[in-house]
């Protein structure tokens, strides 16, 4: 299954490198009464932008403290790359990272420093620490904001046609129906399998619906004793079997691109999106007089008691155990600034669009944030949300989007879909060497 979070990163692998070093420094070395320590990100140029902001206005506030920037690759080369380096100590003395189920690859009980005595652990929220830690400690704070799975919609389409927010399926797919009776030049659901990732969108969002069904489900799965070929999680794939057949999907749906899918649903030619929040940094970038015409919901769950926002949580900032001494205290201090301070909010907001809250209660959305943005955070403010499974189980299969696509196009039945997908995931499980598969 593909890492959305991967996706949704805060851009693609491209762009040089930006090095902020003092010179004649390197890390862990004291020059001029300074402590040096080094700051690692990807490689990308939003990042390394925003990286460098970060470091101009912490060492404003830190006179003591010399930061260097180091930069590295996302994606796989970068895993590995993390893993070599904290096996050999020489990590920078601060890194950037996923949270979830690829930091548990980490082994952070051996490799990382215990921060759950730090004075911010406290204002963060409780979904984020639980992909940051284990029962031995928290070892990430968060660096920048969250997203989320769900459906965008068109703010238009719906009051033109005096629709309301659906708060289950039964609902949304009447919704649907109204759509293609009423407007039938309005694709009341937008699919785009041009870019096969988006097709997982029905079973990735439902997931916090299944959690809230069933708190230990994460759990059961990583220990081969649930299945999405068993309810509660088959809902996913059975929804986009529904929705195929009830012909709610855009004619186009097997060729049209993310990006394609985008522009129509800004435009209002198409009515509903299930896709991550993350699109909506492409709506402020190419259509921003359309910004505040998109709205967000959950995904919704068959009862509506159950209907939950799937939530993305964003990457984290973590130290190795191999920093040490005074460069450990410095250490701290890059970590508790960039994640809680004022100042780090600032930049964050100034350098684009958040794609959701932010898990830090010292930082708040901007009271412009577009209005998708707001309607997510409404979910957390009434705590009905829950982390996207790969931030619970390390289990993943490969083909879902393959899976995904043949069950959007009326290839292969819910329920044939699930079945394989229950075997694709054995596979990795074997793969991994979990217990019980």
Partial sequence: MFTLRTRASLAALSGAAVVAAAAGCSAGTATDGKTTISYLVQTDKLTTETATAMIEAF???????????????????????????????????????NTGSLLQALNPDDQLVDLSGESWVEKVNDDFLSTVSTDDGIYGAPNGSSLAGGVLYNKKVYASLGLEVPTSWAEFLANGEEIKRSAPDVAPILQAYGDDW????????????????????????????????????????????????????????????????????????????????????????????????????????????????????????????????????????????????????????????????????????PADAPAAIQDLNAYFEAEATAPALEFLSPVKGPSLPNITIEVGSGIRSAEDAAALYDEDVKKQAQQLGLEGW
């Fill in 59 to 97: 060492e404003k506030a830190n006179p003591d403290i010399a930061v260097e920037l180091d930069t590295q690759p996302a994606g796989t080369e970068g895993d590995n790359l993390t893993k070599t380096k904290l096996s050999t100590g020489e990590m920078s003395d601060v890194f950037f990272y």
């Fill in 198 to 365: 988006t097709a997982q969108l029905f079973v990735l969002a439902d997931f916090a619906n299944v959690l809230h069904q069933d708190p230990e489900w994460a759990t059961k799965y990583t220990d081969n004793e649930a299945k999405y070929s068993d309810q509660p999680a088959f809902s996913g794939f059975l929804h986009q079997q529904e929705a195929f057949e009830a012909g709610l999907f855009n004619e186009d749906f097997a060729s049209l691109l993310n990006d394609e899918a985008i522009a129509m649903l800004a435009e209002g030619s198409g009515a509903h999106y299930p896709i991550l929040t993350s699109a909506v940094s492409a709506i402020s970038q190419n259509h921003p007089d359309s910004l505040d015409d998109v709205g967000f919901f959950a995904l919704p769950a068959d009862d509506a008691t159950d209907t939950q926002a799937t939530v993305w949580q964003p990457n984290a900032l973590y130290i190795p155990r191999s920093t040490e001494g005074a460069q450990l205290e410095a250490a701290k201090k890059l970590v508790e600034f960039i994640a809680s301070s004022q100042e780090a909010c600032e930049i964050l907001q100034a350098t684009g669009v958040p794609s959701g809250p932010y898990v830090i209660s010292t930082c708040e959305l």
